[in-house]
């Protein structure tokens, strides 16, 4: 601003009429450096300002990231409890249906509902109270059986191979064969399985009586169950805590009284199963696989169990 106003002075004294021209030489410069100068400080806070802007959208960029993966995983716990609890329920509503049919079928082939008359009833009766069958529908099935209508209940059993040289076997409780049948090999084609003919899966497997506890210390149901005759004992395999007491089709009734009297709690699930001679690794494509085609046969009403190797 100094150098504009010496130089007007100068040109002032040199001309003795140009004295306002030099003065609006010299205002006009002092305007367009002030000018300048405002410009630049605009633009500098016009800077500061888009990089203070820039660094709050990065962080509210992150913050938005860490919360969204928060929440998926959180809802990835969440689908797996779902989906657990979703089986446990199934597990149960088809343990109730296999009781039922057993009802039905025990009276027609007893010849009686009186489960005095019919001890074969009176020993199905207990165990499903023992595995907390609702008691309107065990009177609502031992009505059923005595209806003329209602037919005769028929076990089969179909042999399934699925994917990874696994092989399964499907138990069927039934009162209509052919629509059995059908629904079977309908599920499992679907699926991605094929149907084997009998005794090509089979002998993969050995007829077992599989006491089911809930806890109980190893070496305590060790000591008690070879007492009383079983095989051996392996950890639950449903994700329970607990033990898979095995033994021989001839021992079950008695391996069952002597760990009910030794005072272990046993399971629902105890029954007669199929215990796979070798157990098959596979991919975890054809794991999936597997899995479709036992869910598909489970969801089968005419279908009470299927086990694979």
Request: aromatic share 4%; hydrophobic share 40%; glycine share 8%.
């Amino acid at each position: 601003r100094d150098a504009p106003s010496t130089h007007a002075r100068v040109r002032t004294r040199a001309t003795d009429g140009g004295l306002l021209r030099a003065h609006a030489f010299a205002l006009a410069s002092t305007t367009t450096t002030m000018t300048s100068l405002a410009l630049k400080s605009l633009g500098f806070r016009h800077a500061l300002g888009a990089s203070a802007a820039a660094r709050a959208a990065a962080t509210t960029t992150t913050t938005t990231r860490t919360v969204h993966s928060t929440t998926i995983v959180a809802g990835r716990k969440a689908a797996k409890i779902a989906a657990t609890k979703n089986k446990r329920d199934a597990a149960i509503t088809k343990l109730y249906g296999r009781y039922g049919k057993l009802i039905v079928q025990t009276v027609k082939s007893g010849g009686s509902a009186d489960p005095v008359a019919n001890v074969a009833l009176g020993k199905l009766l207990k165990q499903a109270q023992n595995a907390n069958v609702p008691r309107d529908l065990i009177e609502r099935n031992l009505k059923k059986a005595q209806e003329a209508k209602t037919g005769d209940y028929f076990e089969l059993t179909y042999e399934v191979y699925g994917a990874g040289g696994v092989g399964m076997v499907c138990e069927v409780l039934t009162d209509n064969v052919n629509r059995a049948a059908s629904e079977t090999r309908s599920a499992v084609t679907k699926a991605g399985g094929k149907m084997a003919e009998p005794g090509s899966v089979m002998f993969n497997f050995n007829r077992r009586g599989v006491v089911v506890l809930d806890g109980g210390e190893e070496e305590a149901v060790f000591e008690a169950a070879m007492e009383a005759g079983a095989e051996d004992i392996v950890p639950r395999d449903d994700g329970e805590k607990g033990w898979n007491v095995v033994c021989e089709l001839d021992d079950f009734a008695g391996v069952r009284d002597a760990l009910e009297a030794a005072g272990f709690k046993e399971s629902d699930s105890t029954g007669l199963k199929c215990i796979p001679v070798v157990e098959i690794e596979t991919s975890d494509e054809d794991a999936d696989v597997n899995d479709k085609i036992m869910d598909a046969l489970l969801d089968l009403d005419d279908v009470d169990a299927v086990y694979t190797q």
